[in-house]
């Protein structure tokens, strides 16, 4: 059975560019599913014991830029404050991230990494970023530049879809 894509049928009335961007949708979208799932296996066999959930390491990724309060990293993320608050509660019993006084509002506090949350981003990174390296060097090259040509795109795409692109 073909890793690749099956065709999909185009909704009624899907004409033209759209159907053409449709069927790109479509592919990326796949494309993409596979390669998180692959990040996440792949992780695992290097570090058996990481256990932090993508939704976490996201959180984790987001503070690391500066401390933020729960409300504001769920509207960042795009989650309920309560979905965040459980999150954020887990990194606290893991000592990820600790909560600092907010300066402006002695009522709240910030969500601010430790240094073990630090850490532990880096070595999350670190392992990515080699598991990426070595699969792209078993890339024909011309397949590697390929990939690495699409790079901009890519994140023209994703500032859109998460509506930051600044061509907007």
Known sequence: MSSQPQPVPNPPGAEGAG??????????????????????????????WEALPMAQVELLQTLAASP?????????????PNTVSGLISKLLDAGLVDRQPDPGDRRTA?????????QQL???????????????????????EAVMRALPGLDLLARSLAGTDPTR
Do not use: K, M, N, Y
């Open 122 to 144: 880096r070595d999350w990174q670190s392992a990515h970023e080699r598991r990426l390296a070595a699969a792209l060097a078993g890339l024909s090259p011309v397949d590697r």
């Open 19 to 48: 159907t053409d961007a449709l069927a790109g949708a479509q592919q990326l979208t796949d494309v993409i599913t596979r390669l998180r799932r692959a990040l996440r296996s792949s992780i695992r066999s290097e570090f058996p």
């Open 68 to 80: 933020l309060r729960v409300g504001e990293l769920a509207a960042r993320q795009r989650l309920a």
């Open 110 to 118: 910030r969500i601010a990494l430790t240094e073990a949350g630090h």
